[in-house]
């Protein structure tokens, strides 16, 4: 059974950090691609970024910058660093892990982020 589990979500004031963390079970951790999307009321979810078993790394043109995504194979979780943060990072935020092949796909449950101005 896969099991995507975030944390790290809460109320920010603009410009402010907050790191967040996925720990996923039932998966082979290594080999599977990471990402992050996000979701704002009234919005599509969207992409923020992703990053491969090997450690490449891709990101939104629009938290380029300011978010950093990371993994820890050995503890099979990946986290968002996310600085200099604006009202409009404020989203339900979720992981997600895609196998290489690209045949499965896992999403958590989400965290809520919410940037205050």
């Known amino acids: 059974q896969v099991q995507l589990v975030e944390s790290g979500g809460g109320l920010v004031q603009a410009g402010g950090s907050l790191r967040l963390s996925c720990a996923a079970s039932?998966?082979?951790?290594?080999?599977?691609?990471m990402g992050w999307y996000r979701q704002a009321p009234g919005k599509q979810r969207e992409f923020v970024a992703i990053i491969t078993g090997g450690g490449t790394t891709n990101y939104a043109d629009s938290v380029k910058g300011r978010f950093t995504i990371s993994r820890d194979n050995a503890q099979n979780t990946v986290y968002l660093q996310m600085n200099s943060l604006k009202p409009a990072d404020t989203a339900v935020y979720y992981c997600?892990?895609?196998?290489?092949?690209?045949?499965?796909?896992?999403w958590g449950q989400g965290t809520q982020v919410t940037v205050s101005s």
């Open positions: 039932g998966i082979i951790f290594s080999t599977t691609i």
């Open positions: 997600r892990a895609r196998s290489a092949s690209g045949a499965l796909v896992y």
